[in-house]
């Protein structure tokens, strides 16, 4: 088992940055990648950016493009999400998540296990 943990949210407003971390503990040697991910009331949970454990790949959602920004820390097993010049739209719930084995395609949400709590990021304007 894998426990996660983001912090770092809150509420900003329109062209503010907060950067999300999130925390894993437990079996950590299983991790293949890590993925944040969003959902706002009423919609879909949403892939927003994710990196493999062992790669300098990284992935983002076309809408966060240029704005958000993952990365990772192995030896605190934290992962990051910069996000600056936020907007009104990225106002969601933020949950990392843990995969045990990536796929080709990082943003299925079926490829990853373990789930935080998620943390709120409300975006004013």
């Known amino acids: 088992q894998v426990q996660l943990v983001e912090s770092g949210g809150g509420l900003v407003q329109v062209g503010e940055s907060l950067r999300l971390s999130c925390a894993a503990s437990g079996r950590t040697s299983i991790i293949s990648g890590m993925g944040w991910f969003r959902q706002a009331p009423g919609k879909e949970r949403e892939f927003v950016a994710a990196?493999?454990?062992?790669?300098?790949?990284?992935y983002s959602a076309d809408s966060v493009k240029g704005r958000f920004t993952i990365s990772r820390d192995n030896a605190k097993n934290m992962v990051y999400l910069q996000m600056n010049s936020l907007k009104p739209e990225d106002t969601s719930v933020y949950y990392c998540?843990?995969?045990?084995?990536?796929?080709?395609?990082?943003?299925?949400?079926?490829?990853?296990?373990?789930w935080g709590q998620g943390t709120q990021v409300t975006v004013s304007s």
């Open positions: 990196l493999r454990w062992d790669a300098s790949n990284t």
């Open positions: 998540a843990v995969s045990r084995a990536m796929a080709a395609d990082v943003t299925r949400r079926d490829i990853y296990a373990y």
